[in-house]
């Protein structure tokens, strides 16, 4: 459990920098899925650290869904959010509200439910249909992204950020679903590609969805679409349980831990106006 806090820890900083590079990020045609847009994105220093923090948190998440059921895993991830709130407060001077703070409290809260409760990772090894299925899923994350590009802005932050949010999912079904590294077994495993596709259509996805529209709907989106989907297929499909007596707990942590998520999602929000220049510090009151 502590790499999944420390993946959310990265995560959660790597957030608020690529929002405001994001919006500083010249834009594109308008598109949903823009393959240029990272390149420009890459111009700024900040989402080149973003970069290395979601390198770092990507490798802990990985050791950790080789140990942890994915729900656990997926319920942290989701709680990245209220680092984000925390490393806004201190970086961007921006101001917590009591209850906001209540609401870190809440994820805290239940990821300690979901840390009791929670057992060993599931030991099926996930069958060739569920392999080619993730595959599939990443492929549609690009079509989301491309149907994303035509609709009003507000409904498509929230299409971009649930696309990124499945394929952000993805990648976490597919590590659990790449039982071997050895080459070159690994290069006919399809689950391999699904992993690569759907976390980097999911970048792609997220990024547009920072720069283009409101953050706090793209994030949203985020949180329900790595969570739900990925901890639904870890229980159903690769034998994820809690321990003997506990699925309560777990069920209640999970909700409380994504509720409390959804709640901070605003803080992936840059202030609105005069996004910081280089070398300037931001500050929203």
């Excluded at 990272?38 to 973003?50: C, D, E, F, P, V």
């Excluded at 899923?137 to 929230?158: I, M, T």
């Excluded at 929000?269 to 929203?284: C, D, F, Q, S």
Aim: charged share 10%; proline share 4%; hydrophobic share 55%.
């Amino acid at each position: 459990m502590i790499c999944a806090f420390g993946s959310a820890v990265c995560y959660g900083t790597a957030s608020v920098l690529q929002a405001i590079a994001a919006r500083a990020t010249e834009p594109g045609t308008g598109s949903g899925v823009d393959p240029a847009l990272l390149l420009r994105a890459l111009r700024q220093w900040r989402y080149i650290a973003g970069l290395a923090l979601d390198g770092l948190g990507f490798a802990l998440q990985i050791v950790a869904l080789r140990s942890l059921p994915i729900y656990a895993v997926g319920a942290a991830l989701a709680a990245s959010l209220a680092v984000t709130a925390v490393v806004a407060s201190r970086l961007l001077h921006v101001r917590l509200s009591a209850i906001e703070w209540s609401a870190v409290g809440v994820v805290c809260a239940g990821l300690a439910m979901l840390g009791l409760a929670s057992g060993a990772e599931g030991d099926r090894p996930g069958s060739s249909a569920l392999r080619w299925a993730m595959l599939g899923v990443a492929l549609a994350v690009l079509l989301v992204g491309a149907v994303a590009g035509r609709l009003p802005d507000k409904p498509r932050a929230l299409v971009l950020g649930l696309g990124a949010g499945f394929g952000f999912g993805v990648v976490e079904v597919s590590v659990r679903l790449i039982d071997t590294v050895s080459f070159p077994a690994v290069l006919t495993n399809p689950a391999l590609y699904a992993l690569l596709l759907g976390g980097g259509a999911a970048f792609l996805l997220l990024t547009s969805a920072l720069q283009r529209g409101s953050v706090t709907t793209a994030t949203a989106g985020l949180v329900l679409g790595e969570t739900i989907g990925p901890a639904l297929v870890g229980v159903v499909w690769l034998g994820d349980s809690t321990r003997e007596g506990m699925a309560w707990l777990a069920v209640v942590g999970f909700a409380v831990a994504v509720a409390g998520a959804l709640a901070l999602a605003r803080f992936g929000e840059p202030p609105a106006e005069g996004l910081p220049a280089e070398g300037e510090t931001a500050v929203r009151e």
